[in-house]
């Protein structure tokens, strides 16, 4: 028997959905290992196991800070475990013990946000590039969840084929029900998630005015807590004097559900992505997606998205009034988005994700 211990930091955040799928398919998957689940303080009650294998303790130590570094090796020494998954780069860089890291995706270093402070936001961009270089390098495994995050890994810094799993992530049926959020139009295109530059959200903006000359009832509704980012793409929308885009701020699932639910397609223009998540979300409530072709999207999506070029708002415009406008094109993304959907699993995740750490485990 051993004792894992995962860094579950992040998980009420926006990468958190993986972590707590990750900790609730394990319990199925391991009854025979100890874990160690941590936490911030403020989520001693986000996630509550089910399997008494499993127990949770406080870590309350910021990303990327000297507490991280300190306090959490200090955590990590005191519960001596023989394996931590850290499920973000971000660890302490001086703990020697056997660990895995999951990489998500490496925007950190190569986008720019311009709601942040330019000198800060370069300043973490240099520290993180050494931590990524350095977790990839004294990690004993690392899992991509997505082939274009592995080679982006390849690209950053020289590991080893063998030390790297691309594990991809997943999208549960949807069984909430559904509650109507007030919306000021009918028909909608939705977004769900973060809107940072990188998300590339005015120029999905820009291309929904240009549809209004042909669907002027037509809205665009931005789902997701309404940040320093949100407030920067509502003040462009505003001084350009658009109409008919809502932003929901932060909204519970069930309301997210019914915005799936409801909603005419779902957009996806990112510029850079890890996996995508979203998309398969809006796959799993049968809504057509349409994505951007950048970075990983179609490898995730195959041929359950209708795909244009994300830098070029015309396009945008255009793969959105295809779908609109036909409705057997309509149909068709919905039964391939059902077909995609099948291709990824929560439960086959965390099996495989087990699998890495028994292969650690197992090493001198």
């Known amino acids: 028997m051993a004792h894992i211990a995962i860094d579950a930091r992040i998980i009420n955040s926006s990468t958190g959905r993986y972590v707590e799928r990750l900790i609730t398919y394990l319990q199925k998957v391991d009854s025979k290992n100890q874990y160690s689940i941590l936490v911030r ?65 490496l925007t950190l270093l190569k986008t720019y946000n311009s709601d942040k402070n330019w000198l800060v936001f370069h300043a973490k961009q240099k520290i993180g590039k050494f931590a990524f270089k350095h977790a990839l390098n004294s990690n004993n495994h690392i899992i991509a969840v997505s082939d274009f995050t592995r080679q982006e890994i390849k690209n950053l810094t020289s590991v080893d084929d063998k030390k790297i799993s691309v594990i991809y992530e997943a999208s549960d049926v949807d069984t909430t029900t559904p509650k109507k959020i007030p919306l000021p139009f009918k028909k909608y295109i939705l977004y769900v998630g973060q809107q940072s530059d990188y998300k590339n959200i005015k120029r999905l903006g820009d291309a929904h005015q240009l549809l209004k000359a042909k669907y002027p009832n037509l809205g665009l509704v931005l789902a997701g807590k309404k940040n320093a980012a949100a407030l920067t793409n509502e003040e462009y929308f505003a001084t350009q004097k658009y109409k008919d885009i809502h932003f929901t701020d932060f909204i519970p699932d069930t309301q997210l559900s019914w915005l799936y639910t409801n909603a005419e397609v779902y957009v996806f223009p990112s510029l850079m992505e890890g996996f995508g998540l979203p998309g398969l979300e809006a796959m799993s409530h049968k809504l057509p997606v349409i994505s951007s072709d950048a970075t990983c999207l179609p490898e995730v999506y195959g041929k359950a998205a ?24 309509r149909n068709h993304l919905i039964k391939e988005g059902q077909k995609q959907l099948k291709k990824y699993s929560w439960y086959k995740m965390a099996k495989e994700t087990h699998a890495v750490y028994e292969k650690v485990l197992r090493e001198k």
């Open 41 to 105: 303080a403020k989520d001693r009650d986000f996630w509550t196991p089910t399997n008494p294998n499993f127990t949770i303790h406080i870590a309350e130590f910021d990303n990327y800070s000297f507490s991280e570094q300190i306090g959490l090796k200090k955590l990590l020494d005191d519960l001596k475990p023989d394996l931590v998954h850290f499920c973000m780069p971000q660890q302490p860089l001086w703990y020697t013990g056997k660990k895995v890291t999951t990489f998500h995706d």
């Open 306 to 329: 209708h795909y244009f070029t994300p830098t070029d708002t015309s396009d945008i415009a255009r793969a959105i009034d295809d779908v609109l406008s036909d409705e057997t094109l």
